[in-house]
């Protein structure tokens, strides 16, 4: 059983679209995350969750929103995407938010052409 | 403010042979140190963990990773490569109580026959 799935794991669109990427983690973690890794596989984080509670909200876009609907999903919406856009999404979780590792999904390689 | 400082963009070694990647940390806090592995196309996988105690960590595969505090640095070890290892290797701290990572710019570790 995968324990932090993403989908979709590929994503090619147009600028000005609106896309979502989901994310669910079956580990009964509390804290859920979104990194962006970019071309040059800088990994960076942009959310992060705990309890359906946002945490962390590193300088990105308001074109970003996170959603949680509940602990075990966090879920990222992109506005009006743009060309530097394209990157690849990882969600990862973990059980809480101090002296513990992270677990990633398989990620999301967003495409905006 | 914590940052990770990976020496190596590209560590290229022979089979069976040692190697060891490079990884230097900044932060004026306790840290927890990690060490990630990413395959093509896939996402992160832990390899091993500092989070106190033994200074000499093992993890999976063979690796080992030593955490000097006095140098600031968590250099990551296997005394015999194979081909299998080829990938990115990523070193990560976190600090404070949020969970959020920081990542080096990653080394690609390529394993020649």
Redesign the interface.
């Known amino acids: 059983d995968t324990a932090?799935s993403q989908t979709p794991k590929y994503l090619v669109t147009q600028m000005g679209n609106d896309k979502s990427i989901k994310c669910e983690q079956n580990l009964g973690h509390d804290?859920m995350?979104w990194?962006k890794q970019d071309s040059?596989?800088?990994?960076?984080?942009m959310f992060?969750y705990?309890n359906k509670e946002l945490?962390?909200n590193e300088t990105v876009p308001n074109r970003f929103s996170p959603k949680s609907p509940d602990k075990a999903h966090l879920n990222l919406h992109i506005n009006s995407l743009e060309l530097g856009d394209s990157a690849v999404y990882?969600c990862?979780s973990?059980p809480?938010?101090?002296?513990?590792?992270?677990?990633?999904?398989?990620?999301t390689r967003l495409t905006v052409v | 403010a914590q940052s990770v400082t990976q020496l190596d963009s590209q560590v290229p070694v022979f089979e069976e042979a040692p190697v060891e990647l490079r990884c230097n940390y900044s932060s004026s806090v306790s840290v927890y140190l990690f060490w990630y592995v990413q395959y093509p196309n896939q996402g992160l996988q832990l390899l091993l963990k500092y989070l106190s105690g033994s200074t000499l960590v093992k993890g999976i595969n063979g690796f080992e990773a030593e955490f000097n505090k006095s140098q600031t640095s968590f250099h990551l070890r296997k005394p015999s490569v194979h081909i299998s290892d080829t990938a990115e290797y990523f070193c990560a701290v976190s600090a404070g109580n949020t969970g959020k990572l920081i990542f080096g710019q990653g080394t690609t570790l390529q394993v020649k026959p």
């Not at chain 1, 040059?40 to 984080?45: H, V």
């Open positions: 932090v804290t995350y990194y040059k596989k800088f990994l960076k984080i992060s705990n945490i962390i990882f990862a973990s809480g938010t101090g002296k513990t590792e992270a677990f990633f999904g398989q990620g």
